[in-house]
């Protein structure tokens, strides 16, 4: 160090409080404190060398108008990610993250969720990849190939994108991992993320980015859902305000004329989940937390608070009490009808317990912060009752039902389960005319208020198996796979019925709240379908 600079150099009081506190400075030696500064930036520059040559994406591949001569690095990295973060999730952390991984990686590969939807942002780069590769950009291609993506949100947040994910239909889709930011956090804890908000500092990001890129891929099952219900007579002629519905379930585009599903006289609703559809009781607790945390959002700052907050909500709202409080006509049995199809066959009614006043249609072995409802079946009951584990990609869902808290604080045994009712590909409730006007239902995380029919009106909610999308997890992966040779009930998987899929129409596949994606027509992309 020049002893000129050291000699002049003076302490402002204001730039105290910008030394980190591992600096002493010490009056018997005026280098010390700029010695240590050398230090942290040496190491800054090491961490930074480092994450540039395993995550860094240049900004040519991520802007179309950046020039590509000055910003291209020697070697293509080996784990190039995106970053998408809902900076209103996990209270103050979901900006803290956002400012952490910015700090970290190029800010243009890192997207706040509440400035810029996923969707075009996907659209934007995979296009201007395309663009690159087809001026014979070798980076590029490998950029794509290594490609992964990362989110952090809740439960509703990570659905957003592996909806929109899945509809571009890429011709090589990145895998995806999930950063818990939520209140369930059902997603991430499913593939060994974890369930509790994570650290914001620079190393908890920088140990995360590792476990992203020391992740192995993994497929999951996703679901289509349909919910349709006879137009009203008179009145408005919206049946539900469409801020009420779940983004999942297209909450501002009710299905177009001109699609199959369209019925004249009907309002139809579609979405898809990734980890749960449920109904009754449990979707009416969570209807009053988010209720709650719109009106009040200043007391649903932290994981702890809002999840003390919930289990107060569930003795608020008769969850403990359920005989006493809610009439059997409120019960799932009396409410709706509800038939299920195997892989490949005929309807069947399902019988529903009169007792159930909730029911749980799973994809993932985690529900209510990472609680498995359905449990592992014993050999009698797959032998007798054609059950089995909980798989994520074998194309049934898991259907189970509780009576009420009570019977639903057996799961917090080892071996407790919820009442399994069955396993499907399809599942069909029909509601008709009853004792009750409304219900309560829920997505991945997101509920709402059902209105029921009066008179001659039928409301049917239909889900169906739609696809599968890669997630990355970690060794701690608490999801099943049928592939997996480590699995102890592996077993081959069912053939898909080509002719089926091919009969559904393609606006069927439009998933999740990416309804607004479209690949200009004068922008030659065959390669994306």
């Not at 053939?495 to 559904?504: K, L, M, P």
């Amino acid at each position: 160090m020049n002893p000129n600079i050291a000699k002049s150099f003076t302490v402002d009081v204001r730039f105290l409080f910008l030394i980190p506190p591992n600096i002493c400075i010490r009056k018997d030696n005026p280098y010390t404190f700029l010695s240590q500064l050398e230090l942290m930036a040496d190491s800054e520059s090491v961490i930074s060398n480092n994450v540039h040559r395993d995550f860094y994406i240049p900004t040519y591949i991520l802007a179309p108008g950046a020039s590509s001569n000055s910003i291209r690095l020697p070697d293509v990295p080996t784990c190039p990610v995106l970053v998408f973060i809902n900076s209103k999730s996990g209270g103050q952390l979901g900006g803290e993250l956002l400012r952490t991984f910015r700090h970290l990686l190029n800010k243009y590969q890192v997207f706040d969720l509440g400035e810029e939807a996923p969707d075009s942002v996907l659209r934007r780069l995979y296009l201007n990849i395309e663009r690159l590769k087809s001026i014979g950009d070798q980076f590029a291609a490998e950029i794509e190939e290594r490609m992964r993506i990362i989110v952090a949100g809740g439960d509703g947040t990570a659905g957003w994108l592996l909806g929109v994910v899945s509809d571009l239909k890429l011709s090589q889709p990145p895998p995806i991992a999930t950063v818990p930011l939520g209140t369930g956090n059902n997603l991430p804890f499913a593939f060994g993320w974890g369930k509790k908000n994570p650290g914001t500092d620079l190393n908890s990001v920088i140990s995360f980015l590792k476990q992203v890129m020391n992740a192995k891929e993994m497929k999951m099952d996703s679901w289509h859902i349909l919910m349709r219900m006879r137009a009203p007579k008179g009145g408005s002629c919206d049946p539900i305000a469409p801020l009420e519905l779940p983004h999942s379930l297209h909450a501002f585009h009710r299905v177009s004329p001109s699609d199959e599903l369209n019925v004249e006289g009907f309002h139809t609703f579609r979405g898809g989940f990734w980890n749960y559809f449920s109904m009754g009781m449990d979707a009416q607790v969570s209807y009053a937390f988010h209720s709650e945390r719109k009106m009040n959002p200043d007391k649903f700052k932290n994981q702890l608070v809002n999840q003390s907050s919930y289990l107060k909500l569930g003795c608020t709202q008769g969850w403990f009490f359920a005989p006493l409080v809610h009439p059997s006509s409120r019960n799932i049995a009396q409410l709706t009808k509800v038939k299920i199809m195997k892989k490949q066959g005929e309807w069947q009614d399902l019988q529903i317990p009169p007792s159930v006043r909730s029911i749980v249609c799973l994809n993932l072995p985690s529900f209510s912060g990472g609680l498995n409802p359905w449990g592992t079946p014993n050999s009698n009951k797959r032998r007798y009752r054609d059950l089995t584990p909980p798989f994520v990609d074998d194309g049934l869902l898991e259907v189970v039902g509780f009576r009420d808290a009570w019977h639903g604080l057996v799961l917090l045994a080892p071996k407790g389960h919820g009442t399994r009712l069955a396993q499907a590909h399809r599942i069909r409730f029909e509601f008709h005319k009853g004792a009750a006007d409304h219900t309560f239902m829920r997505i991945d995380g997101e509920p709402w208020k059902q209105p029921l029919p009066e008179n001659d009106g039928t409301v049917v909610v239909e889900i169906s198996h739609l696809g599968q999308v890669k997630m990355l997890s970690t060794h701690d992966c608490r999801a099943k796979s049928i592939h997996d040779p480590s699995s102890q009930f592996n077993h081959e998987a069912d053939e898909v019925d080509s002719d089926e899929e091919n009969s559904v129409d393609e606006e069927r596949k439009k998933f999740g709240a990416a309804d607004t994606f479209k690949i200009p027509d004068e922008v030659d992309v065959s390669s994306l379908s």
